[in-house]
């Protein structure tokens, strides 16, 4: 299943937001202050590319107050709206049957895109 849920998602844009995220990121590694941000643009990208069988967990220990940071000036600078958009299209997606494994990634999504620092994928 993970595999069929993979490739459909592929077809049907999972491609198309992995580009921008990855582009988002080499634009934001440009400067030096952007590169923890263009970091986390390439976490969620590669997580874009193939969510189905993978998991978003929180690091084990303490992150520090570092990650805190990082995590509000993400949400203030747009991480909000990256966040709404998964919610949108998670919710759009919900409404049929054959599009609730969907929406559950898109839920997924939306939880590492409003706070990445702290979180690993497994």
Request: charged share 5%; hydrophobic share 55%.
């Amino acid at each position: 299943m993970n595999l069929l849920g993979n490739i459909i998602w592929l077809v049907f844009g999972g491609f198309l937001v992995f580009i921008q995220y990855m582009i988002s990121g080499f634009a934001l590694c440009l400067t030096i202050i952007g590169i923890p941000f263009g970091i986390q643009c390439f976490k969620i990208g590669i997580f874009t590319l193939f969510p189905f069988g993978r998991q978003v967990r929180d690091v084990p220990g303490n992150t520090g107050c570092l990650s805190t940071i990082f995590n509000i000036l993400w949400i203030v600078l747009g991480g909000i709206w990256i966040a709404l958009t998964h919610l949108f299209f998670g919710i759009l997606l919900a409404i049929t049957i054959i599009g609730l494994p969907f929406a559950r990634q898109h839920f997924k999504l939306m939880s590492l895109s409003f706070t990445p620092f702290g979180k690993e994928i497994y």
